[in-house]
């Protein structure tokens, strides 16, 4: 029997976490959950084990190879820079998610920004957002061929998440307090 | 004569063989380094001590799985190094492999190629 989100409250011991929450992922179709700090070693172990699951999810080759593609820029945006010392503990921690839908792959990563960052990175996706593929693929060979800054990086991982995924890149920025901000960010890849 | 240069792949980088002997230029597999500007700096050392005396002819293999964003920039600076070798009246011919369900891979190699004047051919690699 399957008990349903309102009655964990009734349940304790272990199963008062463990069971809420798998019935959760189950009841969403989460194949993967990860919340900690994203680094480089983790990108590549993410990768491995969705390789398995993504097979166990009966997903094509190409399918596969997109939602590959789309995660590692999505992670890129997430990962926390090892030499850099002024980024606190929260805003080093991430959440990963990868949903199986009807139709495709949701992957979705979130993170804690500086409320000053809001605004840059807003204007970025929109402006990416606004653009249709070849608008997209143009702004891309600019900025791939323009000299190299970390703030150029940052914007060519996202239109290649754009343009991979030919979805608009969905966003939200949630305010936590006066110094943070949660960002969330969703692509979606269409099942081939 | 120049040593070859040899790096064997990992989770994280490709597999670099650049021997002007054998004329074997290949870079393949994942390159997702931390560090991606560190990973190709001495590939694109090599690079440049091979263009002071290079093969009458240079056939470059690029046989990617996937990369990132921040190895984009750094693929793009080995490929303008080749370019350059070709620029000098050298013959250089670069094949980009890509596996027939990647057309990310292949939408890449098209990027590449709108930006470089060198030869580049992209190559599907069929399932048997």
Same mark, same amino acid.
């Given at each position: 029997?399957?008990?349903?989100?309102?009655?964990?409250?009734?349940?304790?011991?272990?199963?008062?976490?463990?069971?809420?929450?798998?019935?959760?992922?189950?009841?969403?179709?989460?194949?993967?959950?990860?919340?900690?700090?994203?680094?480089?070693?983790?990108?590549?172990?993410?990768?491995?084990?969705?390789?398995?699951?993504?097979?166990?999810?009966?997903?094509?080759?190409?399918?596969?190879?997109?939602?590959?593609?789309?995660?590692?820029?999505?992670?890129?945006?997430?990962?926390?820079?090892?030499?850099?010392?002024?980024?606190?503990?929260?805003?080093?921690?991430?959440?990963?998610?990868?949903?199986?839908?009807?139709?495709?792959?949701?992957?979705?990563?979130?993170?804690?920004?500086?409320?000053?960052?809001?605004?840059?990175?807003?204007?970025?996706?929109?402006?990416?957002?606004?653009?249709?593929?070849?608008?997209?693929?143009?702004?891309?060979?600019?900025?791939?061929?323009?000299?190299?800054?970390?703030?150029?990086?940052?914007?060519?991982?996202?239109?290649?998440?754009?343009?991979?995924?030919?979805?608009?890149?969905?966003?939200?920025?949630?305010?936590?307090?006066?110094?943070?901000?949660?960002?969330?960010?969703?692509?979606?890849?269409?099942?081939? | 004569?120049?040593?070859?240069?040899?790096?064997?792949?990992?989770?994280?980088?490709?597999?670099?063989?650049?021997?002007?002997?054998?004329?074997?230029?290949?870079?393949?597999?994942?390159?997702?380094?931390?560090?991606?500007?560190?990973?190709?700096?001495?590939?694109?050392?090599?690079?440049?001590?091979?263009?002071?005396?290079?093969?009458?002819?240079? !056939?470059?293999?690029? *046989?990617?799985?996937?990369?990132?964003?921040?190895?984009?920039?750094?693929? @793009? =600076? /080995?490929?303008? +190094?080749?370019?350059?070798?070709?620029?000098?009246?050298?013959?250089?011919?670069?094949?980009?492999?890509?596996?027939?369900?990647? !057309?990310?891979?292949? *939408?890449?190699?098209?990027?590449?190629?709108?930006?470089?004047?060198?030869? @580049? =051919? /992209?190559?599907? +690699?069929?399932?048997?």
């Amino acid at each position: 029997m399957i008990l349903n989100n309102n009655d964990s409250s009734r349940i304790s011991g272990p199963l008062q976490f463990s069971y809420p929450c798998f019935i959760d992922m189950l009841s969403n179709n989460l194949i993967f959950m990860y919340r900690g700090v994203v680094t480089s070693d983790l990108v590549t172990h993410v990768l491995q084990i969705m390789e398995e699951r993504l097979e166990e999810d009966k997903a094509s080759k190409k399918t596969s190879k997109k939602v590959f593609n789309v995660m590692v820029e999505c992670l890129r945006n997430v990962y926390s820079d090892e030499m850099s010392q002024e980024i606190s503990e929260l805003e080093s921690t991430a959440i990963l998610l990868v949903k199986s839908e009807e139709d495709g792959y949701l992957v979705s990563t979130g993170n804690y920004l500086k409320n000053s960052e809001v605004e840059m990175l807003k204007n970025r996706l929109d402006k990416i957002n606004q653009m249709d593929g070849e608008k997209l693929k143009v702004y891309y060979q600019e900025l791939l061929t323009s000299p190299i800054a970390e703030k150029g990086l940052s914007s060519l991982g996202m239109i290649d998440i754009a343009r991979k995924s030919k979805q608009k890149i969905a966003y939200q920025f949630q305010t936590v307090n006066e110094f943070f901000t949660f960002f969330t960010l969703e692509a979606k890849v269409i099942r081939r | 004569m120049l040593k070859p240069l040899k790096i064997e792949p990992t989770h994280k980088t490709p597999r670099v063989y650049l021997e002007p002997e054998t004329n074997t230029f290949e870079l393949g597999g994942r390159s997702i380094p931390e560090d991606s500007v560190g990973f190709y700096k001495p590939i694109l050392e090599w690079i440049d001590a091979y263009s002071e005396s290079p093969n009458p002819k240079t !056939e470059f293999k690029f *046989e990617l799985e996937y990369f990132n964003t921040s190895s984009s920039k750094n693929i @793009l =600076e /080995l490929l303008k +190094k080749l370019e350059a070798i070709f620029n000098k009246g050298n013959e250089v011919h670069i094949t980009w492999y890509y596996d027939e369900d990647d !057309e990310d891979m292949e *939408e890449t190699g098209e990027d590449y190629k709108a930006l470089l004047q060198v030869p @580049l =051919e /992209l190559v599907m +690699k069929a399932h048997y």
